[in-house]
């Protein structure tokens, strides 16, 4: 009997708190989202020409020699939003150091001889989804760029520079550059 009392009470409140916290909090919080982030709780989906072409959060890569390069992804098979990780190697191991940086760093130093290669260009997030690369890692990437689009250095490191998006509210986080935004506008700098 004094069981029976425990058991009761213990299955009544388990219903509750799921219905809270698995029901009523998760709509409350997408209702809060939808009515007052509504593009960031959509995904913040770039749409060109009638389709979805990406998200301004989700990385994706970029190989031709005309775009810059977002970062290696370590997420599934790369920028992959269904196995968003970084890699389980450590910054000591040889075999990360072996089998991905020492070949990004290799093919990145042969398009710019001598120049110091940013990390953030030979190491992936922790999330393995980051849309953004670091100024110097777009800077690095100018010349190639330039060069393959038969455009002007300093009009490419204008372009850099207007979509290089500053620290939130001056202090939080680092400068940036949404990889995905600075390729589209350089397809329509390409354009004209």
Known sequence: MEITKQI???????????????????????????????EKAQGSLIVKNGKVIGSRLIGQPFSGAGYFHSRPSAAGNGY?????????????????????????????????????????????????????????????????????????ESEIRKLVLSYTEHRTFGLLGEPRVNVLLLNLALDDLSKR
């Open 8 to 38: 009761f009470p213990a299955m009544m409140l388990t219903v509750v708190l799921t219905v809270i916290v698995g029901v009523i909090y998760p709509l409350a919080v997408t209702g809060v989202a939808q009515l007052f982030f509504r």
């Open 80 to 152: 992959d939003a269904g196995a968003s990780g970084g890699t389980n190697l450590s910054s000591t191991s040889a075999k990360l150091l072996d089998e991905k940086i020492k070949p990004l760093a290799q093919r990145l130093s042969e398009q710019n001889h001598g120049k110091a290669i940013p990390v953030d260009l030979v190491t992936s997030s922790a999330s393995g989804l980051d849309p953004h690369i670091t100024p110097a890692a777009a800077e690095f990437q100018v010349p190639r760029v330039a060069r393959e689009r038969g455009i002007s």
